[in-house]
């Protein structure tokens, strides 16, 4: 069962990420927890260049690279993590290049889902959850995080509007109150699924 965490920098999906890789593990399950970009050499080499601010890149070049990273995670981790029936959960995937190449970016999610698509040979989560409501960074920004207030108002309008696209698929969950709080009501929207 494939599952990913979506939301805007600092909303905690790394910490709730680990949490339901924790759970499932304790009902009995094998998890892969993945990160986007990265996981693969390739992908750890993408996301340094991609989070770099001393590297210029164009939107589209941007774009690419997510989607190189995502072709490698797919084919390398994802793919045979799924055949032996595994639970991957994925701390971002094709949904952020929606959010912020597509529409942050200003280059279109459909174009984007296209080259996503092209990328994971058509392998999407069953489920993604949309965590939302806080910001909880505090660190040095990088490339991405550096992109100022309107992109970033963007994409967190962005992430909201998801589950329009992709109503089968795609849940919100609201991140605000404690970290058990917000991992019990990710636990429930994984109803249907659930081990
Ligand atoms: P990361 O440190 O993983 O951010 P976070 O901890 O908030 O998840 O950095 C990934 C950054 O890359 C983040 O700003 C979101 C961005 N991103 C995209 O713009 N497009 C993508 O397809 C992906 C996967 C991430």
Not at 32 to 47: F, I, M, N, Y
Not at 168 to 177: N, P
């Amino acid at each position: 069962m494939f599952v990913s965490l979506e939301g805007p920098d600092g909303v905690g999906k790394t910490t709730q990420a680990a949490l339901l890789a924790e759970r499932l593990r304790a009902e009995g399950c094998e998890v892969v927890q993945c990160r986007e970009p990265g996981g693969t050499e390739l992908g750890e080499r993408a996301r340094a260049l991609l989070l770099d601010p001393a590297v210029t890149m164009g939107d589209r070049a941007e774009a690419l690279l997510f989607a190189a990273a995502r072709a490698e995670l797919t084919q390398e981790v994802i793919a045979p993590a799924l055949d032996r029936g595994a639970w991957i959960v994925c701390d971002r995937f094709i949904d952020s290049s929606l959010v912020y190449q597509g529409l942050g970016r200003g280059l279109g999610v459909e174009p984007i889902r296209d080259v996503s698509l092209f990328a994971t040979g058509g392998i999407l989560p069953a489920r993604t959850l949309v965590l939302h409501g806080v910001d909880r960074r505090d660190d040095e920004p990088d490339r991405m995080e550096a992109a100022g207030a309107n992109f970033h108002a963007r994409v967190a309008e962005g992430f909201l509007e998801l589950v329009a696209l992709a109503p089968d698929r795609v849940r919100l969950v609201d991140a605000r109150g404690g970290e058990s709080e917000v991992a019990a009501r990710i636990w429930a929207a994984l109803e249907g699924l659930q081990p």
